[in-house]
């Protein structure tokens, strides 16, 4: 991703014991990169969502479990495990949390003491490049979608929701990949962003990292979408996914499901697309077996921004004491989804269809 025409990831290794990410909590307002020299950096990180995301989540987590091995003295495996063990239960609906975190412990469980610090380096690293190599090729699978629909149309409008950009992985990001790739091939994109509340990452995050790539977007409301889809508006919606079952059902940022009942309603093609790190092949049923993460209901009941002095506030927007459920994510079911994109390609969101990329797994 380019910031200020400078190449970025949102996660790097800068050299022992330091690893750098973009702070996602100051933007859209103010570029900031953070250090994480500890364990507890990492976990404050992925907590207090610095990083967010299912792709950085995941690779963040990476990254604390190499931080936790420089930490952990003896017995290294039982205070690995704890580690593990605590980053996982931070953010329970993003597969990838899980996923990175048990492949880094089970690769430093083979590990020789000499060999743990280099070994959680090397395998963070390999996490952190393919998480950044599949977006890359989410892209150029989703590219062919996009070039379909130009074929008919000046303009191809996609709608997404939520950030599913570069910021949400390491790089390229898994839904934007496609518009990125298009745009880059000389197809005129453009993107309808979802502000998505409450966290509005669409507003702030989404809508930053287009403007720096400089692709064509509108920001609009989060109830817009149905509208505009009614009006021809919107050639087709494609959203990430925070964790994705055997069957294609799609977990995905609060207010997923209403733009795909929506899209269904109205002819509009509805992509899911994200990296196979997303995949539960452990699940069937998105709704019952997903967990949903449900978060404070201070996210609902203030709104952070600039003001006109120019500083960061937050502002109450519900009657004092008015109390708020937040629920983070939701679950669109399988028959809603058109297809899934993934870095082996496309297929339909049925067992069917992803055991045709994915055989090993069934
Ligand atoms: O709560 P967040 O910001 O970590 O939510 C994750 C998301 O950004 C979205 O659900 C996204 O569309 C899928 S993650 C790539």
């Known amino acids: ?16 014991g330091l690893v750098k990410i973009i702070n996602q909590l100051a933007l859209p307002h103010r570029f900031e990169i953070l250090e994480l020299r500890c364990f507890s950096d990492a976990l404050r990180a992925i907590g207090d969502m610095q990083v967010r995301g299912a792709g950085l989540i995941g690779a963040t987590a990476a990254w604390g479990m190499y931080l936790a091995v420089l930490e952990a003295g003896e017995p290294f495996g039982e205070n690995l495990a704890r580690a593990a063990e ?12 899980a996923w990175a975190t048990d492949r880094m412990f089970k690769s430093l469980s083979l590990a020789v003491p000499g060999e743990r610090r280099e070994r959680a ?9 393919e998480d950044a190599e599949c977006c890359r090729r989410i892209g ?37 990949s496609p518009v990125y790739t298009a745009a880059e091939r000389g197809i005129k994109v453009h993107v309808w962003v979802d502000e998505t509340r409450p966290r509005n990452q669409g507003a702030s995050l989404t809508a930053w990292e287009l403007g720096q790539q400089g692709i064509d977007h509108d920001l609009i409301a989060d109830n817009a979408g149905g509208h505009l889809m009614q009006h021809g508006m919107v050639d087709l919606v494609i959203t990430g996914a925070d964790r994705v079952t055997r069957r294609g059902d799609a977990a995905n940022k609060i207010g997923t499901y209403l733009k795909a009942l929506a ?7 509805f992509y899911v697309a994200f990296p196979s790190s ?4 452990t699940m069937e049923d998105g709704l019952k077996e997903i967990p ?71």
């Open 1 to 16: 991703m380019d910031i200020a025409g400078k190449p970025y990831r949102t996660i790097w290794f800068e050299g022992e």
């Open 86 to 97: 605590t980053l996982k239960a931070l953010r329970p609906t993003a597969g990838n949390l």
């Open 121 to 129: 380096r090397l395998e963070a690293q390999a996490i952190s490049d």
């Open 140 to 176: 150029l699978h989703g590219l062919g979608i996009i070039e379909k629909i130009a074929e008919s149309r000046e303009t191809v409008n996609v709608l997404t929701h939520c950030n599913a950009g570069a910021l949400a992985f390491v790089d390229h990001g898994s839904a934007l």
């Open 263 to 269: 899209a269904r309603d109205n002819g509009v093609p």
């Open 278 to 281: 997303s995949f539960d092949f």
């Open 292 to 362: 949903i993460e449900e978060r404070d209901s201070a996210e609902l009941r203030y709104v952070w921004g600039k003001n006109a002095a120019g500083e960061i506030e937050a502002v109450q927007v519900c009657p004092d004491g008015s109390p708020a459920r937040n629920w983070g994510f939701d679950v669109t079911p399988a028959p809603c989804i058109t297809a899934l994109i993934t870095e082996r390609g496309i297929c339909g969101p049925s067992p069917e269809g992803i055991r045709s990329l994915y055989p090993e797994q069934f």
